[in-house]
């Protein structure tokens, strides 16, 4: 393999795309709110239509300043300002945490901030660094959501693997009894050990899966098939994403070391995944990307179960 392919596999970016701004030094959520442009509130405002009609049952959310239109709510919609969604992951991760990055998708209609939690694990001989995803939204297209994305440090691979027994996210919705709810979340946002413990089984499992080398282009072929019926492009297409692929699997120097077990295959799809160039650049691929960094990203949850039933 030539050095230039190995330098892009040896130097990973993290897998949070650019987006938001970097707030490592604030010390609590509002401070790194307000490092990264999101000490705004928002407002509510009857609801009327163009011809200065009042529309019962719904309201505007503004942003305070600018007055720009977050979303149009029903009246049982609670508004939930960032401050308010974002405080408590102080008193969840207390000491030690460290606040990486903040921003906001479409425009503010949906806000996120990421924190990394003081613990470091050691699991399969790879440390892997736990982070909280909070995301709240103002345009009511989504409930208040917490993730947990633990990352391979020493490729920033995504490793928010769906577990059965334990989750991997928690959500509520925008409804009058939030704030109650949030205090709840206090306590159910302690999942975090459940979930970085049974991904270590996880992990474990996934490295006593042993894979040949065809099973492992058996696989790769599936997410990508060549097939006769397909058209020029798609055929061109679907190589090119298939040979990035096995690149990243065959050729990573810091996947070489681990055995060829169901472990470097999904960690090798999830190096696809989260750092690919897409055939497409969309105008909303790094804000999708992120998204699906975060949630977790099917590609990943099909390597999983692929290992699962070898």
Same mark, same amino acid.
């Given at each position: 393999?030539?050095?230039?392919?190995?330098?892009?596999?040896?130097?990973?970016?993290?897998?949070?795309? #650019?987006? @938001?701004?970097?707030?490592?030094?604030?010390?609590?959520?509002?401070?790194?709110?307000? !490092?990264? =442009?999101?000490?705004?509130?928002?407002?509510?405002?009857?609801?009327?239509?163009?011809?200065?009609?009042?529309?019962?049952?719904? $309201?505007?959310?503004?942003?305070? $300043?600018?007055?720009?239109?977050? @979303?149009?709510?029903?009246?049982?919609?609670?508004?939930?300002?960032?401050? *308010?969604?974002? %405080?408590?992951?102080?008193?969840?991760?207390?000491?030690?945490?460290?606040?990486?990055?903040? =921003?906001?998708?479409?425009?503010?209609?949906?806000?996120?901030?990421?924190?990394?939690?003081? *613990?470091?694990?050691?699991?399969? #001989?790879?440390?892997?660094?736990?982070?909280?995803?909070?995301?709240?939204?103002?345009? #009511?297209?989504?409930?208040?959501?917490? &993730?947990?994305?633990?990352?391979?440090?020493? +490729?920033?691979?995504?490793?928010?693997?769906?577990?059965?027994?334990?989750?991997?996210?928690?959500?509520?919705?925008?409804? &009058?009894?939030? $704030?109650?709810?949030?205090?709840?979340?206090?306590?159910?946002?302690?999942?975090?050990?459940?979930?970085? &413990? @049974?991904? =270590?089984? =996880?992990? %474990? %499992?996934? +490295?006593?899966?042993?894979?040949?080398?065809? $099973?492992?282009?058996?696989?790769?072929? %599936?997410?990508?098939?060549?097939?006769?019926?397909?058209?020029?492009?798609?055929?061109?297409?679907?190589?090119?994403? !298939?040979?990035?692929?096995?690149?990243?699997?065959?050729?990573?120097?810091?996947?070489?070391?681990?055995?060829?077990? #169901?472990?470097?295959?999904?960690?090798?799809?999830?190096?696809?995944?989260?750092?690919?160039?897409?055939?497409?650049?969309?105008?909303?691929?790094? *804000?999708?990307?992120? !998204?699906?960094?975060?949630? @977790?990203?099917? !590609?990943?949850?099909?390597?999983?179960?692929?290992?699962?039933?070898?």
């Amino acid at each position: 393999m030539s050095a230039n392919v190995e330098t892009m596999f040896s130097v990973r970016e993290k897998p949070w795309h #650019g987006l @938001g701004t970097i707030v490592a030094e604030a010390p609590n959520s509002r401070e790194a709110l307000a !490092l990264a =442009g999101l000490d705004w509130k928002v407002m509510q405002q009857d609801a009327y239509t163009a011809d200065g009609i009042y529309i019962p049952g719904y $309201k505007v959310n503004l942003r305070d $300043k600018d007055l720009s239109v977050l @979303g149009v709510v029903t009246d049982r919609y609670q508004v939930v300002q960032n401050e *308010e969604a974002f %405080e408590f992951t102080d008193a969840l991760l207390r000491e030690g945490v460290v606040y990486e990055t903040a =921003g906001s998708l479409q425009n503010g209609k949906r806000t996120w901030i990421m924190a990394r939690a003081p *613990e470091k694990y050691i699991i399969a #001989g790879d440390e892997i660094s736990p982070y909280f995803v909070l995301m709240n939204s103002h345009d #009511g297209s989504c409930s208040i959501k917490a &993730t947990m994305t633990p990352v391979r440090v020493v +490729c920033q691979n995504t490793l928010n693997l769906a577990l059965r027994t334990a989750k991997r996210s928690w959500s509520m919705k925008h409804t &009058t009894n939030i $704030k109650s709810r949030i205090d709840e979340a206090m306590y159910t946002l302690q999942f975090a050990q459940e979930y970085m &413990t @049974g991904l =270590g089984k =996880g992990i %474990e %499992e996934l +490295c006593q899966k042993k894979l040949s080398e065809r $099973k492992v282009m058996e696989y790769m072929n %599936e997410f990508f098939p060549i097939t006769q019926d397909m058209s020029d492009s798609q055929r061109k297409n679907n190589i090119r994403l !298939l040979n990035d692929m096995k690149i990243r699997y065959f050729d990573a120097p810091d996947l070489k070391d681990l055995g060829n077990n #169901g472990y470097r295959f999904v960690n090798a799809i999830s190096d696809f995944a989260t750092h690919a160039e897409p055939i497409r650049r969309t105008k909303n691929y790094q *804000e999708n990307l992120f !998204l699906r960094t975060a949630e @977790g990203n099917l !590609l990943i949850d099909k390597a999983v179960e692929m290992v699962r039933c070898a």
